[in-house]
C-alpha cells in the first residue's frame, strides 16, 4: 500500500543555520557543567583539547 509522496513531505520544515543551534546547545552544556560543579572557561585556547577539574 504505501503512502503518497504529498503525504510525506515536510511541508513546514524551514533550514536553519547550525549557528542557531549551536546557542542552545551551548547554553545546556553550561547549565550542566554547573550543576556538575565543573569550572569551564570556554575562551580559554578554543579549539583546543583540554581537561576540566
Not at 536553519?16 to 575562551?43: M, N, Y
Request: proline share 6%; net charge positive; glycine share 6%.
Amino acid at each position: 500500500m504505501g503512502h503518497k509522496p504529498s503525504a510525506t513531505a515536510e511541508k513546514h520544515y524551514t533550514v536553519r543555520p547550525l549557528d542557531l543551534l549551536r546557542v542552545h546547545h551551548e547554553k545546556i552544556e553550561v547549565w550542566i557543567l554547573e550543576q556538575a560543579g565543573v569550572t569551564f572557561d570556554s575562551k580559554a585556547a578554543p579549539g583546543a583539547l583540554r581537561t576540566v577539574t
